[in-house]
């Protein structure tokens, strides 16, 4: 039974009664697969890599309930996982900025210069190499920057080198390019569904009001569009601190990143071990997006993006 | 070398895999014709073949158990032709999964037990599933096909249980370095050789810690790779750490090494015995290969029968058919690496192979007992810490 509301919605059922239950159960039926797949696929195995953290692994590759804190004192006091943390930091910040950098500018003119037509081709372009596995692609980096590669053989074709470079060949460069380049598409799109809201004549009023024109972009459109550029850099910062198959398809012996040492106890059995330096990296994520709530709300990403 | 290579031939493997192929669906087609005249035998009964024929053309297929089993195993342990053949012909047909490294299947048989019926694995790794009551022993010389083997694949000491023999027994291979004499300078023997920084960015490893730091082990003396002291840790890290200049990669897989080899972006790498022929083939440069002085680590695989197996009754069947010798012999031609199947050896003299099967030692089984085999150790951790510390910024 329900009772009318004074505005005229139906007022909520008494709490307790069988009738209320059921139609709570009813309302929320739609939330429930969602809420499984949280519950099953996220929270219970944090939770369990969360108490595998504190075990240890056996000679015998199994996780014992051994409960330490060696396993995040190794991030700390091994000084190699930590230097390994900052230099994926900074691989992910260098990413993060140049694909801003190319984005933003290239949504700008997507956006205030094309046509829809035009743009919805150009869209397809970027979107088409989804269309391809991650692995194939990667892969076919090692065709272009290795040392008998396209960029090398182009490079010594117009005369601008005599030996091939070996920067891009099994180094940190290549995995810088080839990051920016799988990721790119995320930034760019973030940046244009920002954009395409912007109404472009605000600059126009701003310059006719005496603005110059970076500081039309800087104080009309910057803010406006800083939704999406908070949903690029989420986009691609935080996936990249997660990044192992780049650097190991064109990376070399120096450029690992913190994935692939935590990769390097998971794939041994370790888990107890690898499950502790993944808790930290969460726990890094989780601390960035805080600070980022505090700049925007989670609503300003769906509707940016 | 170069008569060798001529006779690995990509044309010369299709016209013996097409005879065979050829053979087989011929006899299929009789067995199929003469299903009602067959007569029963017991499930494990196979063809008894003689070494030069094709599996099934001695004999009539025999009404044994038909079916589908899970076959957990590396992608070389097999060709499509040959299961297509089995499954045609004897009504046998595998679901097969792939797997990485030993680990990576000691994992999924520990979780899903008799899911899997057949399981592949290593050397020391063998008996490691036994003593977890992970697999089943069986009385090897049950099967007639065992017969084909070198005495000394049925006897290995740490294959060997009083309930039985612990797997049937494949290939095998020791961890070599080859490299290209055009850029090295030549007589090296040493693991020495990938430490000398005259190499920088020249040398392939593959990204496997634990095996890099057991042969990092080797050049430093160490006795037993897999089960290292704190000291012997230490010692391998820092011949470790004068090799990490010259890597080029750590290559992801096998191919990748063979491709790096290929194009002369690497000119010294750690191969598994024949894949310097691969390179070679694909028309690579003319690689030198040897056996470190020092001593290697090496694998030997089996095929182990997953204890509860819930297809079980078809394993033995299937190994019948899928150990004999033309199935070997060819399966060594596609995969270039030494198995324990004396028959096989034979048929390939007779097929004008022998040069090849020489070469990668495939008359020689006793040269497992040298090689310090692949195995579960109580320094795995260790050896991925340091590896860590090497390898990370």
């Known amino acids: 039974m329900t009772v009318e509301s004074p505005v005229g919605a139906p007022a909520a059922p008494t709490a307790g009664s069988s009738s209320g239950l059921l139609q709570r159960f009813g309302r929320a039926l739609p939330a429930l697969p969602g809420l499984a797949v949280l519950v099953f696929l996220f929270l219970v195995p944090m939770a369990i890599m969360f108490v595998f953290s504190f075990w240890k692994t056996n000679n015998d590759f199994v996780a014992v309930p051994d409960w330490n804190l060696g396993n995040y004192a190794r991030f700390f006091v091994e000084g190699t996982y930590l230097r390994t943390f900052i230099k994926t ?72 080198i005599k030996v091939p470079l070996d920067i891009f060949n099994y180094d940190d460069p290549g995995v810088f390019v080839v990051l920016t380049y799988i990721y790119f598409p995320f930034a760019l799109l973030a940046l244009y569904a920002a954009l395409e809201k912007f109404d472009f004549t605000q600059l126009n009023a701003a310059q006719d009001l ?4 970076d500081q039309a972009f800087r104080h009309i459109l910057l803010p406006q569009i800083r939704a999406g550029i908070i949903t690029a850099c989420i986009f691609v910062f935080i996936p990249i601190l997660g990044e192992f198959l780049t650097p190991t398809l064109v990376g070399g012996a120096q450029s690992s990143l913190i994935a692939n040492l935590v990769l390097n106890f998971l794939r041994n059995d370790q888990f107890a071990e690898g499950a502790a330096l993944a808790i930290i990296i969460a726990a890094f994520v989780t601390v960035i997006m805080i600070v980022f709530r505090k700049s925007f709300r989670v609503e300003d990403v769906v509707t940016s993006g | ?38 007569t029963a035998a017991p499930p494990t009964a196979a063809p008894s073949l003689a070494a030069g024929a094709t599996p099934g053309a001695s004999a009539a297929p025999t009404p044994g158990p038909k079916g589908t089993f899970n076959w957990l195993t590396w992608g070389d342990h097999w060709y499509q032709a040959e299961m297509d053949q089995i499954a045609a012909t004897y009504g046998i047909k595998a679901n097969i999964t792939s797997f990485s490294d030993d680990i990576d299947a000691y994992t999924k048989v520990q979780q899903v037990g008799g899911q899997v019926d057949l399981v592949s694995e290593d050397a020391l790794w063998v008996p490691y ?16 096909v065992a017969s084909q083997l070198y005495s000394v694949a049925r006897e290995f000491s740490i294959w060997t249980s009083p309930a039985g023999y612990l797997g049937y027994p494949n290939g095998w291979a020791p961890i070599q370095i080859t490299y290209d004499p055009a850029h090295v300078t030549a007589g090296a023997d040493s693991w020495q050789l990938l430490l000398d920084p005259k190499y920088k960015k020249r040398v392939v490893v593959e990204d496997q810690p634990v095996e890099v730091m057991a042969y990092m082990g080797k050049a430093a003396g160490v006795k037993d790779p897999y089960n290292m002291t704190d000291a012997e840790v230490a010692q391998a890290k820092a011949l470790l750490v004068q090799l990490k200049p010259n890597i080029l990669r750590l290559a992801p897989q096998a191919t990748d090494t063979v491709a790096a080899l290929k194009n002369g972006e690497a000119w010294i790498a750690t191969i598994n015995l024949g894949a310097d022929t691969a390179v070679m083939d694909q028309g690579g440069p003319q690689l030198t290969t040897f056996t470190p002085k020092e001593g290697s680590i090496g694998w030997m695989d089996a095929e182990m029968l997953v204890h509860g197996g819930a297809n079980n009754n078809l394993l033995m069947p299937f190994l019948e058919v899928h150990e004999q010798a033309e199935y070997v012999a060819a399966n060594f031609m596609i995969n270039r690496r030494p198995l324990f199947s004396e028959a096989a050896y034979k048929l390939l003299i007779n097929q004008g192979q022998q ?30 810490a340091a590896f860590n510390d090497v390898f990370g910024s």
């Open chain 2, 1 to 38: 070398m170069a008569d060798l290579n001529s006779r690995l031939a990509r044309r010369e493997f299709l016209k013996l895999a097409g005879a065979v192929g050829a053979t087989a669906g011929m006899s299929a087609f009789l067995a199929a014709c003469s299903t009602t005249g067959a």
């Open chain 1, 210 to 213: 005496g603005a110059r024109p």
């Open chain 1, 89 to 160: 930091l900074i691989m992910a910040a260098l990413v993060t900025v140049t694909t801003l950098a190319i984005g933003l500018p290239f949504a700008y003119f997507l956006v205030r210069y094309t046509g829809k037509l035009t743009q919805r081709v150009i869209l397809l372009a970027v979107i088409v190499p989804f269309w391809t596995s991650y692995l194939v692609r990667v892969y076919a980096w090692q065709a272009i920057l290795g040392e008998h590669g396209a960029l090398n053989q182009i490079l010594q074709a117009v005369g601008l």
């Open chain 2, 129 to 144: 599933f036994y003593q977890h009551q992970l697999i089943d022993a069986f009385d090897i010389n049950s099967l007639k």
């Open chain 2, 355 to 384: 040069e090849l099967a020489d070469h990668l030692l495939f008359n020689k089984p006793e040269t497992v007992n040298s090689m310090t085999l692949k195995g579960p150790g109580t320094s795995t951790q260790a050896a991925i």
